[in-house]
């Protein structure tokens, strides 16, 4: 269990910024987590960074707000400073990001990548499974995420490492009842409301399209949240997606 105490940080995503960063976590242990992708991503002169997660051989997950106009996938990762032999490089093929995302409302923000080639699956290389179809992660739930975001709303400073952090999911009253009415675009079919408030535990900016884990499962993925940092924040719920998820990866294998 990771005993974290994180500064109150929240992400909003704004237009062109990469959103998530771990706050009150601590480095992951290297290649525990060997689902973990570390993703360069190129929109005009502007390069920035997200995570995101393998589901199979060649495809990934990540955020709809993580679309560039160039996208390299690192696997098998943990510093992304250093060139781990563990590490391998894939462009991507094809971006699919939903065709019902919205950027001002953050709906949908879910897209998934077809790597140029397969990647090669081995102990720093693996993937995870995805919930059923509609699945829902009961409140109370303690989950993890892991990304190389920024660690604190006060400091720019990205990480070299993969860190990571646990977090509580949330009912979806928590942040549709939230005082100043920050949550109001939240939508409970395709949204997640997770972190406590009172932990100051958070994704912030950087650790976009990285998964939340529940057991050993995908449920969710970084998405969105206040811009100082505080939790809680807002994931993607997963299993809402399954049907559009399966369809695309079906339409795309060679």
Sequence with gaps: MLILILLPVAFL?????GAGEIIGGQ???PHSRPYMAYLNILR?????????????ENFVLTAA???GDKITVYLGAHNIKQQEQSQQKIPVRFRIPHP???RKTHMNDIMLLQLEHKSELNEQVGLIPLP???????PGTVCSVAGWGRTSALRKVLPDTLRE???????????????GGIYRKYNTHTMMCVGDPKEHKASFKGDSGGPLVCGKTAQGIVSWGPVNGS???????LSTFIPWIQRMMKKLQP
């Design 13 to 17: 995503l704004l237009p062109g910024a």
């Design 231 to 237: 939790p809680p924040r807002v994931y993607v719920r």
């Design 132 to 138: 059923p179809a509609h699945q829902r992660v009961q």
């Design 165 to 179: 952090v646990d977090l509580k999911v949330l009912d979806d009253e928590a942040c549709l009842k939230y005082p």
């Design 27 to 29: 480095e992951a242990q």
């Design 65 to 67: 707000h993580c679309n």
């Design 100 to 102: 019902e995302y919205n």
């Design 44 to 56: 005009g002169d502007d390069r920035f960074r997200c995570g995101g997660f393998l589901v199979s």
